[in-house]
C-alpha cells in the first residue's frame, strides 16, 4: 500500500477542494438568491424560468470556479508525475493559502458587483472603472454619507472571518480514499479529472464558451440578469474598457458594416441615393430658413440636469410634489415624452450629446481616451460660434473632472466655468454653497441667469447639474415640499427606503431649481429671446426601481424646451416621437439659426416626415410604439429602429475616426 499513499495523498486532497468548491457555490447561490428578494419579487416570470435562471447561473458560478481550480489540479497532477513526494507535507498549507487568495479576490468582485447592482439595476458594465477616473473624495464621502460604513464594514469582515474559517476547516489532512490502482489507471484519473475541469470552465461544448454566449431565459429584464456571474461581469468589462481606451474599437465590424460602409449611409438616409465619393457630406444638413430668425440670434440655453428621469414623475400629486416648480412649465411648454438617455453615465451621455453623434456601445469617454485633443468639427458649441455666438460650458462641479473642461474647450467653448469661478463670479464663499461634487443647483442657475442678463452678445450656454447625486445632499435653508410616498409607489421601489427617500429630497431639490430658473427667465425681459431646454444624463433612480414595462420606462428622461411665442413653429409639435440625445441639436438649431449648415446623426423632431428612433448604448431603442432590446424587436416599426440603429453606429463611428489625430 506505501506505493500508492503518494497518489492516495493527492487523490484526498483533491476531494477537499471538491468540497471547499460546493461550499462557495453555495455562497455565489445565495447572492444570486439575494438580488432575486430585492429586485425581482414582482418579475414577470414562471416558475420554470426562475429555475432556468439560476441553474443557468450555476453552471457559470461552476465556470468560474473551475478557472479557479485549473492550475491548481495541473499543479498536483504535476507533482504527482513527476514524483514529488517531499512537497506532500507543504501542500496543504500551500492550498489554504492558494484559496485565501483566490476567493478573497472572487469575494472582492462579488461585492463590488452587487453595490453597482444596487445603484444602476444591472451588472457590472464599463463605467464601474471610471471609479479610476474620478473624484476620489467625493466617492468617499458619498460612502460614509449614504451608508452605515462601520456595520458594512463589520458585515465584511465577519464574511470573510467566515470564510477563512472555512477553507482552513475543509482543507486539512485526511484519508477518506485509498485505492490500490496502478499507474496507468492513476494517469486516467488524472486526465479524467483535467478533462472535466477544463469542460466546466468552459461550461458548454458549442461554438462559444458558456460566459460568452448567455441566453435569455425569460421575457423579463430582471429575471434574464441573474444568471450572470460578478465576476465574469467585472472581466468583460475590464476587458471593454482596456479596448475603448487603448482605441482598439472596431464598432463597425460589431455592427455588420465592416467593408460595406456605404450600405450603412444607405440604411441611415434611408435612400440608396446617397454621395458615395464622400461620404461625410451625406451627414450635412440645413436648418429652415424661418422669417423670424432671419435677422435674430436668441439666446440658447441647454440644461442637462442630473440623473432627472421621468417615470418618477408619473406618481406626481400634492402629497407627492416632486416636480415643485417646474410641474407648470413642463406643463405649459413643449415636452417629448418618448425621449431615453444615449447612456446610463453622465460623461457618456454628456459627449455624444455635444458632438452630435450616438453614443457607442462599450465605449470609455472621449476625454479619457485618445481622442482628448481632437477638436470634432460637427460639434454643437462650434456650429453656435460660427453663426456668431459667445460659448460657455458651465459645469457645478470640478472641470478636471473625467478631463471635461479640457475636452470642452476643444470643442468649440470659448469658456468652460467650474465651480470656482461661479462661487467668484457670485461673491460667495464656495464651501458654503457646495456639496460634495460641486456648488447646489440654485447658485449654478444664478450664476447663468447673470450671465445671460449682463450679456451683450448672443449666449450659447451648456449647463450641467450637480445635485441629485450621491450623496444627495441639499442646503440646509431649503424647504421640501410634502413627498408622501404611496403605495403604489412603495410597491415599484427596490432599494432601501430611507435612502430612496434622501434621494427623493435631493430629486426634487434639483427639479425645483429648474423650475425656479425658468421663473425668473419667464418673468425678465429675457423670456422674449430665449430659449431653454432641459434634459437629463440618464435616469439612475432605475436602479432602486421596478417598472410596469420596462424597456419604455427605465430609460426616460425628458426633453423641454422653452419656445417665446415670436420663434414658435406654425406646425404643432408631435412630442411623442421617439427620440433620444442625438436629435436635441438638430432640434434646437432648427429653433435657433436661419439657413444654417450642420453635421449630426440625429433628427430634427420638428420634422415628422423621417424615421425618428430612441438609442441607448445599453442596448435600449426606443420606437413609436415603446421600448425593446436590440436584437429583440417584434413589431415592423422596431425592427426598422433596430436596423437604423446599427447603421446610426456604423456611420457615428466612420464620423469619429474620420477626424482623430
Not at 6 to 33: E, G, W
Not at 151 to 170: H, R
Not at 246 to 266: H, P, Q, T, W
Amino acid at each position: 500500500m506505501q506505493k500508492y499513499q503518494h497518489f492516495n495523498f493527492l487523490i484526498n486532497l483533491l476531494y477537499s477542494i471538491l468540497k471547499l468548491s460546493l461550499v462557495v457555490l453555495f455562497l455565489m447561490s445565495l447572492s444570486r438568491l439575494y438580488l432575486f428578494l430585492n429586485y425581482g419579487t414582482t418579475s414577470d416570470y414562471s416558475y420554470s424560468e426562475l429555475f432556468d435562471a439560476f441553474f443557468l447561473g450555476f453552471r457559470l458560478d461552476v465556470s468560474m470556479m473551475a478557472y479557479i481550480n485549473a492550475v491548481g489540479v495541473l499543479l498536483l497532477f504535476v507533482i504527482w508525475l513527476l514524483r514529488i513526494r517531499f512537497v506532500q507535507k507543504y501542500l496543504y498549507t500551500f492550498y489554504r493559502f492558494y484559496f485565501v487568495l483566490f476567493l478573497t479576490f472572487l469575494a472582492f468582485l462579488t461585492f463590488t458587483d452587487l453595490t453597482y447592482f444596487s445603484f444602476f439595476g444591472e451588472h457590472s458594465t464599463l463605467m464601474i472603472f471610471g471609479v479610476f477616473d474620478d473624484d476620489t473624495s467625493a466617492l468617499i464621502n458619498t460612502a460614509f454619507k449614504n451608508y452605515n460604513v462601520t456595520l458594512v464594514g463589520l458585515s465584511v469582515v465577519g464574511f470573510f472571518v467566515f470564510l477563512y474559517f472555512m477553507i482552513f476547516k475543509i482543507l486539512k489532512v485526511h484519508d477518506k480514499f485509498e485505492f490500490n490502482i496502478k499507474w496507468l489507471k492513476q494517469l486516467a484519473v488524472f486526465l479524467f479529472i483535467i478533462v472535466g475541469v477544463a469542460l466546466l470552465g468552459r461550461g458548454s461544448v458549442g461554438i462559444f464558451p458558456l460566459a460568452y454566449s448567455i441566453s435569455d431565459v425569460s421575457q423579463d429584464p430582471l429575471i434574464n440578469k441573474l444568471p450572470q456571474t460578478p465576476s465574469f461581469a467585472i472581466f468583460d468589462s475590464y476587458n471593454q474598457y482596456t479596448k475603448s481606451k487603448s482605441g482598439n474599437y472596431d464598432l463597425i465590424k460589431s455592427v455588420g458594416y465592416r467593408g460595406k460602409i456605404a450600405e450603412a449611409f444607405e440604411v441611415f438616409k434611408q435612400t440608396k441615393d446617397i454621395d458615395r465619393e464622400n461620404l461625410l457630406n451625406n451627414l450635412v444638413k440645413k436648418t429652415s430658413k424661418d422669417k423670424h430668425l432671419k435677422d435674430r440670434l436668441p439666446q440658447v440655453v441647454v440644461i442637462m440636469v442630473e440623473s432627472f428621469g421621468m417615470p418618477l414623475l408619473d406618481y406626481q400629486s400634492d402629497s407627492f410634489n416632486i416636480m415643485g416648480k417646474l410641474k407648470k412649465h413642463f406643463e405649459e411648454d413643449v415636452l417629448f415624452t418618448s425621449f431615453i438617455s444615449s447612456s446610463n453615465g453622465t460623461v457618456v451621455s454628456l459627449e455624444p450629446l455635444l458632438l452630435n453623434i450616438t453614443a457607442r456601445p462599450k465605449s470609455t469617454s472621449f476625454a479619457q481616451s485618445s481622442f482628448l485633443n481632437t477638436h470634432f468639427k460637427q460639434a454643437s458649441a462650434k456650429v453656435y460660434a460660427d453663426a456668431g455666438y459667445e460659448t460657455s460650458f458651465v459645469y457645478g462641479g470640478d472641470l478636471f473632472w473625467r478631463n471635461v473642461g479640457s475636452f470642452m474647450s476643444r470643442q468649440g467653448f470659448k469658456h468652460t466655468r467650474g465651480k470656482g469661478a461661479i462661487a467668484k463670479s457670485l461673491d460667495k464663499n464656495i464651501d458654503s454653497i457646495s456639496h460634495d461634487w460641486g456648488v447646489f443647483d440654485e447658485y449654478l442657475y444664478e450664476y447663468v441667469y447673470e450671465k445671460l442678463k449682463d450679456a451683450t452678445e448672443p449666449q450659447f450656454i451648456f449647463v450641467l447639474t450637480t445635485n441629485n447625486h450621491p450623496p444627495y445632499t441639499i442646503p440646509s435653508h431649503y424647504k421640501s415640499n410634502s413627498l408622501k410616498i404611496s403605495k403604489d409607489l412603495k410597491e415599484h421601489i427596490t432599494g432601501d427606503l430611507d435612502l430612496v427617500k434622501r434621494r427623493f429630497k435631493d430629486y426634487a431639490y434639483a427639479v425645483d431649481s429648474a423650475g425656479e430658473f425658468l421663473d425668473k427667465i419667464k418673468s425678465s425681459s429675457l423670456a422674449e429671446n430665449s430659449i431653454i431646454a432641459i434634459t437629463a444624463d440618464n435616469n439612475t433612480v432605475e436602479g432602486v426601481m421596478k417598472y410596469d414595462s420596462h424597456f419604455t420606462q427605465t430609460k426616460r428622461i425628458p426633453f423641454y424646451i422653452y419656445i417665446p411665442d415670436e420663434l414658435k413653429p406654425e406646425e404643432a409639435i408631435d412630442t411623442t416621437l421617439a427620440s433620444s440625445h442625438k436629435d436635441i441639436f438638430p432640434t434646437l438649431y432648427n429653433l435657433t439659426l436661419y439657413d444654417k449648415s450642420y453635421t449630426a446623426i440625429g433628427t430634427n423632431l420638428l420634422d415628422n416626415n423621417t424615421l425618428h428612433c430612441g438609442f441607448n448604448d445599453a442596448g435600449v431603442i426606443m420606437a413609436k410604439n415603446g421600448g425593446f432590446k436590440d436584437t429583440k424587436a417584434m413589431s415592423d416599426e422596431q425592427k426598422e429602429c433596430n436596423e437604423y440603429y446599427k447603421a446610426s453606429l456604423a456611420v457615428t463611428e466612420y464620423l469619429i475616426k474620420s477626424q482623430k489625430k
